[in-house]
């Protein structure tokens, strides 16, 4: 693996994801970082935005299996873990794995699950492993979790709690497209193109270069200057007045992560601060909580994660 | 009579070195001249024409192939288009005159105001920090440090900056070099107004935002190796830095070295060029170095030298209509000329000092003999327009006018003389072009008797001010100085008030939260929304414990179960108040447990 390698591999898999998504570049670079930084995504926005697509495409893109779990309020932990079931003829039990033995497990609307089986997905988020029945079962690698969330509905949703949240590298926020894209979407549409075929798509990666890749970008140099600026960034959440709980320090890990890949994906072997400020919004804004003065202000993480980066000099000699 | 008088006259001035003026080839001169490519006022004369140049048409068909002055002229006599029809416009701008008066009166005052308002609003602002800070001492504010300066922010030169940086690159210290030559180029651009230099903002930031795409290339490049020797943890090198400062130099001096280019080139097409103007005075210069003499300008003529003993000071020829002279500075050529100078004025006699006594007696011939009686005794005759002669007491006459007046004399003044020449036509381009006149003028030049001749130009007869303020208040621009400095200061206020360092940004002057929920309260019991009140509570406080992800006991899904139930219209029961403390309780033991 080298810079050419990685930043190559993953221009290909952009390009084969926007052979049948077409915009949301925020959300497929999004991915594209957790999937390389080893990282877990957390996706919100309204339905009918592509979201389910684009974690289709990239599974096609990458070359790894993809699972869907639809979140409910019956859903239960065994129907993501998978359960031992008494199998007749051998006279013992099997264990059947459940959907979350998939690479890249799209975990749709989680919010509408109550808070047992969300945190069924802790274990395996955090320790790529999943236990039933006392025994411990590793998942494959790379294993990234996608979970959506709608941010409108509300009645009959659990929302995730705040430990939960922090296992998530990224939150994506997916914004309604401007007109021309939509325009452009309308136009696929009726020129026959069906979402559900995604034979399109030519597989640009295999599980294998994604390991190496996850490898690669983690030797990524980061000078101290940077990592100094990370820090700053994440501690200015918590000295906020409009922030009630600032960032953890998993956050400055997580943005610095975020920012080594997107300077591989750039073709560098070290980061700049240019690396560092398009994750922060992504990196920090599920990791604060608001004040509620600031809540009923109307305030959101976004305008004061925006504040803080206008507010925290970026490294520089001169 | 006159000859001894002359002769004497000449006999007495200090010996110099004289140039010996030849009238009888200055025809063939003028010629040579013409052919050589002084023939500019003949060919292609100034548009339009300027008055001086004008009055010289008559010259035009006397000069040989002069064909372009000629036209030129004839152009003038041509009937103008009728324009009558357009005198409603006229009735139109006489009426509207005062409505656009009062339209600029607000518009200036409304650039007035767009100017001061930042400046009012600082003041209020600094006000309400102060009322604020002794109001709440103690209040958490989200108090922005500022960091130390960086070189590029804190430096508002750049040529400062290059100068700084190269300084770095002599002494080895490449990195600090690199970053500085990068500091120089980003100040370059923000004072053009290309990027705006803000601490927050990154390197390819900047790159992004440059709005001058000649200017971005440079820049990534630029951006390219400091990030390199930044944060890659590479050192730079010699080469890499040699890259970097060509780029940066380019960046800082590119733009002031297009505007010079583009005025230079500017300034070659707003003149015509020298020998264009048919009342310039080229061809005579020319005509004289041709000659042997030596021919230059005067400088302002309050700081003339005055001449030293038995030093031949150069003549100086001074058209008095056109280069007026002030009080310091007529004085001062008075004094020049009493101490050995030669003064040749060229001008209607009205326009020639007082002190000199030469009194206007016009004339009405057309035509000028000189017979400068050196022995010689030739005469030359001129042909002119202009119908100026003089009188001239003390003057010793040697060009006369066709009916007898005197054209050109010459008088002591002091130990130096005065040389009276009535009018300065003679020696335009135009007339000096016309057969017969060239030698005329150099008979009458002769008499200078100096080996050098300078002539004052338009500007030369101010005295130079002592200052740059005084020489505005000279030329009548005191007012628009003082409106100027006016603006100047309003305009660095503005501009003092925007770029000023950051300061803690003020908590917003706002209700407390505590006086917003009881305000809210108040208005709701008063209009009797007290279940409106408890269900939204209900709501946010069920939303609050759900996201903290906490059991929920009895109690409180009780509590919630009554605050469901509420409904927005009906009457209150009487135990809302109660609840919603209750409800209010949870989340403030909750979230101060967390804290």
Known sequence: MNETIFSDTWARMQTEIARVVVGQQELVEGLLVGLVARGHVLVEGAPGLGKTLVARALAAASGCSFKRIQFTPDLMPSDVTG???????????????????????????????????????????????????GTSRPLPAPFVVIATQNPIESQGTYPLPEAQLDRFLLKLAVEDPPRDVETAIVKNHAHGFDPTDLSLVQQAATAELLLAMQTWAQQIRVDDAIVGYVVDLVRRTREDRAIELGASPRASIALMKAAQVLAAASGRSFVTPDDVKPMAKAVLRHRVMLHPDAQLQGVSADERIDEILRAVPVPRLA | MKRILLCVLLLSWPASARADLDPDRAERDVAALRNGGLDGFCAAPSKPLPPRAIALCPHAREIKDCSGFANACDALSKKPPDLTWLRWLDKLFRAIGPVVQVVLWILVAVVLGALLWPLVRMLIRA????????????????????PAADEALAESDAETLLARAAAHEARGDLSRALSTYLAAALRALDLRGIIRLERHRTNGEYVRSCADADARAPLRDIVREVDVAEFGGRPPDRDGVARVSKRAIALVRGLPLAVLLLLSGCGSSLGGGPGHDPAGDDLLVALLKRQGMTVGRTGPLATLPLPKEGEAAPAVMVDVTRTPLDDDTLAHLVHWAKSGGVLVLVAAPQSWPKTLGAKDDPTLSEEVVVSPDDGREQTWTAHLLHRDAFTW??????????????????????EGRVVGIAGSELFTNAALARKGNAAAALAILDIVDRDELRIARPEDGTTPPSNPLSALIRAGLGLGLGHAMVATLLLFLFAGTRLTRPTPRPSPRRRAFAEHVEATGALWARTRLSPHALRLLGRFVEARLRARGEPISEVTQQLLARAHEARTDETPRGDELRVMKQLGALVTSNSEGRR
């Open chain 2, 127 to 146: 006000h309400r920090d102060r009322q604020a800070k002794d109001e709440a001492p103690a209040a958490k504010l989200a108090i922005v440090e500022v």
């Open chain 1, 83 to 133: 359960s031992s079931i008494f199998d007749r003829d051998k006279g013992a039990f099997v264990f059947v794995p459940g959907p979350i033995f998939g690479q890249l497990l799209l975990a749709d609307e989680i919010n509408r699950a109550p808070a047992k089986t969300q945190s069924s997905l802790l274990e395996a988020m955090q320790e790529r492993q999943v236990t039933v029945d």
């Open chain 2, 393 to 414: 007491e003390k003057g010793v006459t040697f060009a006369k006018t066709g009916d007898d007046r005197t054209f050109a004399a010459v008088r002591e003044l002091g």
